[in-house]
């Protein structure tokens, strides 16, 4: 990918690279791929293989994962500036949930070789990259387990179950 | 403390392979749908607390298990028996509203409350099938029977923004069904189309001849096409809505209980309304069927007898006129227009659930005849709905017989 001024700008600001350095940033963007999503296209599924992490750069992905029949629970909006699909980066797992854009959608794509190769190559960039990451990690345990915590509360309202008093 | 805002969920529901349509699903709409279930009846017993203090009378329930007791108001013993396992919360509401012609916006979740804490409710599936099938679901057939009801259960096309679609209809000309010439329209073409339906009658079998030899085939296609006139029926009710000045909340389709298709239309804001508001609006939904029926029998008397111009038309007043009887008239246990007017009119919400529920018990010898008023009402509910059943099916089978043979 060509690095534009505009690409390298759009970077400093995503969280996992803000700690890295001009050269870093632009051997960087060496290595990411453009893709584009029209509306509603579906860029995997719960379940597909995958090694490739997504930063979005313009428009709306929409992260559910399947609870029942054709319905899904939506986890997350993934908006600019945001990355997902991260897991699979690192562990080659399948896919934990789906990703659909819900607007026109602008990513930008890194995959595991290239990971590799800026493990290799970059090492101190490697490491930011990876501190960031799990701080992020732990930013969205944190919101997992709020959601937990509002799934419960929303049976507790449905049912009208009063546990406080039993 | 503020209480927060009520919990609620983003769901994504797939339409095909990559539409879909995003829905926000409160606690609040599991609540009101759920329905909540007393527990079995010699797992409790109920008393009339009498006091010469106070005005009202109260209750003493008491859990036979736990031996735990509650005191409720006649308000609460009026809910608790609704309690059935079988009545939503929202409809639950609508009762007491009926009933008491007001409602408390805490009583139900304290009721609740109170009864979660003395072990004397239970929740349960949403019908009496479902829960039949949940209980056999080991049997291959019942499994693949439960899988296909829940498949037609989930097909629900529906709409919540439908006021303005509404208000706009009733604008543009919807508002002319409320008038003193709509009326007097209805009653003429009533008149009419009887006379019609006389003449027609005197040989059903030459009428019908008109579908040749697929007679059945003729009345099957005449049913279908009855079917959008179920439509027009509840743009009706909704627009009865409008006129009185109240809220269209839902217009949709679906399949009740997972097999009957039906267009429903949730026109419950108009509780809030008089009771005259309540009667105008189911009866006008229902009179669309004697409007139609009355002009397809007039086409079936001015068409060539033998026809089947004559017996299409024929085919479909016999039709649209039937389902004007099944939605005004109130004894066929079925819960339509004409049963709402009929238990508003006389106070009595629950007359079908108390009704069943006595003939239940002196059929399996659990109750006792009693000569009350109430009693009396309840027995010849279930009398009339048996016999009034009885008589649609043979008058169908008759119709049916008469135009194969």
Redesign the interface.
């Known amino acids: 990918m060509q690095a534009s001024a505009e690409t390298l700008a759009f970077l400093r600001d995503v969280r996992v690279f803000e700690a890295f350095s001009d050269p870093d940033l632009l051997a960087l963007t060496d290595r990411l791929r453009e893709r584009d999503l029209r509306r ?3 860029l995997f599924r719960e379940g597909d293989r995958g090694d490739e992490m997504f930063i979005v750069r313009r428009g709306t992905i ?1 992260i ?1 994962k399947s ?1 029942t ?6 986890l997350v909006r993934v908006e600019p500036f945001d990355f997902f699909g991260e897991m699979s980066l690192f562990d080659g797992s399948p896919r934990s949930a789906t990703a ?1 854009a819900e607007t026109e959608v602008e990513l930008l794509v890194l995959g595991r070789d290239s990971l590799q190769a800026m493990t290799e190559t970059a090492p101190r960039a490697a490491a930011a990259f990876f501190h960031a990451m799990v701080l992020v990690f732990m930013e969205r345990l944190r919101r997992s387990t709020l959601q937990v915590a ?2 419960t ?10 546990v406080e ?2 | 403390m503020q209480r ?1 805002a ?10 095909d ?4 349509e ?1 829905r926000q699903v409160a ?5 009101l749908s ?1 329905r ?1 279930r007393r527990v079995e009846s010699e797992s409790y017993e109920i008393s009339e607390l009498r006091s010469r203090l106070a005005v009202a009378s109260g209750f003493i329930l008491k859990n036979t298990t736990t031996d735990r007791f509650l005191l409720l108001s006649a308000q609460e013993r009026f809910l608790w028996d609704q309690m059935d396992g079988a009545t939503s ?1 929202q409809e639950i509401a609508t009762a007491y509203v009926l009933k008491f012609g007001e409602f408390d916006f805490e009583i139900i ?1 304290s009721l ?2 109170k009864l ?2 003395a072990q004397l409710l239970t ?1 349960e599936p949403r019908s009496r099938l479902r829960a039949v099938l949940a209980r056999n679901r080991g049997r291959v057939i019942v499994k693949a029977l439960e899988l296909v009801l ?2 037609l259960e ?1 097909i629900r096309i529906s709409s919540h923004n439908v006021q303005p679609f509404f208000q706009a209809l009733y604008r543009y000309g919807g508002f002319l069904v409320f008038t003193p010439i709509a009326a007097i329209v209805c009653a003429a073409l009533a008149v009419l189309g009887a006379a019609a339906a006389l003449v027609l009658f005197r040989d059903v079998h030459d009428m019908l001849e008109g579908f040749g030899g697929h007679a059945l085939r003729g009345i099957l296609t005449v049913k279908l096409l009855f079917f959008a006139s179920v439509a027009l029926h509840q743009f009706v009710h909704g627009l009865a809505c409008i006129h009185y000045r109240r809220r269209v909340r839902e217009f949709g389709f679906t399949f009740l209980h997972g097999f009957v298709p039906t267009f429903y239309v949730d026109v419950t804001d108009i509780f809030m309304a008089s009771r005259r508001a309540r009667v105008v609006t189911a009866v006008t939904g229902a009179l669309v069927h004697l409007v139609l029926g009355a002009v397809a029998f007039i086409v079936a008397v001015k068409s060539p007898p033998g026809s089947f111009t004559q017996a299409f038309a024929a085919a479909s007043g016999i039709i649209q006129w039937q389902a004007l009887l099944v939605a005004l008239y109130p004894f066929c246990f079925i819960e339509m227009d004409g049963y709402h007017i009929f238990v508003d009119v006389l106070g009595v919400p629950t007359l079908k659930h108390d009704a069943i529920a006595y003939a239940k018990g002196l059929l399996t010898g659990a109750g006792r005849v009693e000569q009350g008023r109430e009693e009396l009402l309840w027995i010849g509910y279930v009398v009339l709905s048996t016999l009034s059943v009885a008589a649609f099916i043979a008058f169908n089978v008759w119709i049916i017989f008469s135009a194969t043979h």
Do not use: C, M
Not at chain 1, 69 to 74: A, F, L, N, P, Y
Not at chain 2, 17 to 20: C, K, M, T
Not at chain 2, 27 to 31: C, E, I, L, P, Q
């Open positions: 509603h296209q579906i929409l559910s609870v029949g054709k319905v899904e629970q939506v659909q509002e799934a509360r929303w049976g507790l309202e449905a049912t009208g179950l009063d008093t039993r | 927060p009520p919990a609620k969920f983003e769901l994504l529901v797939r339409r392979e990559e539409d879909f995003l606690s609040v709409t599991g609540y759920s909540p919360l979740p609740l409350r979660q804490r929740f829940t498949g989930r």
